[in-house]
T-cell receptor, first 114, second 110 residues
Framework: DTAVSQTPKYLVTQMGNDKSIKCEQN?????MYWYKQDSKKFLKIMFSYNNKELIINETVPNRFSPKSPDKAHLNLHINSLELGDSAVYFC?????????????FGDGTRLSIL | GENVEQHPSTLSVQEGDSAVIKCTYS??????FPWYKQELGKRPQLIID?????GEKKDQRIAVTLNKTAKHFSLHITETQPEDSAVYFC?????????FGKGTRLSVIA
């Protein structure tokens, strides 16, 4: 029973395509996040949603659009993929809206742009 | 905004020795300091966290210390084992997104 599950695990696609990554958590948490981990392993927050509402939107190109249909799901859609989008994308969740709560990460989606 | 510096970037220790990883932060209002362990190809996992009203916290072989005045916190792993080999990340926040350090790759040599 994976607490935070992401699909797909691997995504290989051509530059210019549009793709989506899905995330679901079964922990009953209120807050979900998307992080990007680049090739140097640097982890950076992209978005945070609390109970389906966007609360954090870091400096991310507007080609990236998160969507939260309910508080257990946070999906990430990326338009017009670029080479620099190649990275591992992690979804995470935490119990409440406060960011000072332990975060549980999914297994990551490795996105490779050809 | 918050800035977190982490040192060293790589650390090799002999099995059984101790390992210490240090982080400094810039925002004196930060009050939550978690540490995450990421094994190769796996997800980051929380191993210990500390809040600013506590100076030290211990969980078996792992301990974290916090010096609010100096704005630094450290992770201590005693009696290291090969399975401790991983990348360790510190982070800091105060009602803001977690800001992560750049990670320390720890190698425990058997």
């Amino acid at each position: 029973d994976t607490a935070v599950s992401q699909t797909p695990k691997y995504l290989v696609t051509q530059m210019g395509n549009d793709k989506s990554i899905k995330c679901e958590q079964n922990l009953g948490h209120d807050t979900m996040y998307w992080y990007k981990q680049d090739s140097k392993k640097f982890l950076k927050i992209m978005f945070s949603y609390n109970n389906k509402e966007l609360i954090i939107n870091e400096t991310v190109p507007n080609r990236f659009s998160p969507k939260s249909p309910d508080k257990a799901h946070l999906n990430l859609h990326i338009n017009s993929l670029e080479l620099g989008d190649s990275a591992v994308y992690f979804c995470a969740s935490s119990p409440t809206g406060g960011v000072d709560q332990p975060q549980h990460f999914g297994d990551g989606t490795r996105l490779s742009i050809l | 905004g918050e800035n977190v510096e982490q040192h060293p970037s790589t650390l090799s220790v002999q099995e059984g020795d101790s390992a210490v990883i240090k982080c400094t932060y810039s925002d004196s209002a930060s009050n939550y300091f978690p540490w995450y362990k990421q094994e190769l190809g796996k997800r980051p996992q929380l191993i210990i966290d500390i809040r600013s009203n506590v100076g030290e916290k211990k969980d078996q072989r792992i301990a974290v210390t916090l010096n609010k005045t100096a704005k630094h916190f450290s992770l201590h792993i005693t009696e290291t084992q090969p399975e401790d080999s991983a990348v360790y990340f510190c982070a800091a926040s105060q009602n803001t997104p977690l800001v992560f350090g750049k990670g320390t790759r720890l190698s425990v040599i058997a």
